[in-house]
């Protein structure tokens, strides 16, 4: 079965930081592009980070210089980690995986997704 399993959601309070974590299963993620992208309470959907199979990666202005995204082949898993946290930053994020698109991803493109994580950031 292919799938995507996020990890690491939960409560911070502002200021704080997460790390959300991506693990594929059934298949390798070493081709194909990986994003997140996340839902908040009453807003668009929103795609903030992205890294292609050759490390080149994207930010959107709401997360640059906050977030990070990184990937380990070996364990088949992208991370995201995330600092400053604000409570604009609260909502259900989701990994998904892409084996022929680019940066920034194509929402509607992505083969593969995960379930989502929620971040709650609150004092």
């Known amino acids: 079965q292919l799938q995507l399993v996020e990890s690491g959601g939960g409560l911070v309070q502002p200021g704080g930081s997460l790390n959300l974590s991506c693990v594929a299963s059934g298949f390798t993620l070493d081709n194909y592009v990986i994003a997140w992208f996340r839902r908040a309470p009453g807003k668009e959907r929103e795609g903030i980070v992205c890294i292609t199979s050759g490390g080149s990666t994207y930010y959107a202005d709401s997360v640059k210089g906050r977030f990070a995204i990184s990937r380990d082949n070996a364990k088949n898993t992208a991370n995201l980690r995330m600092n400053s946290l604000k409570p604009e930053d609260t909502a259900l994020y989701y990994c998904?995986?892409?084996?022929?698109?680019?940066?920034?991803?194509?929402?509607?493109?992505?083969?593969?997704w995960g379930k989502g994580s929620l971040v709650t950031v609150s004092s």
């Open positions: 998904a995986a892409d084996l022929r698109g680019s940066c920034p991803a194509n929402y509607y493109a992505m083969d593969h």
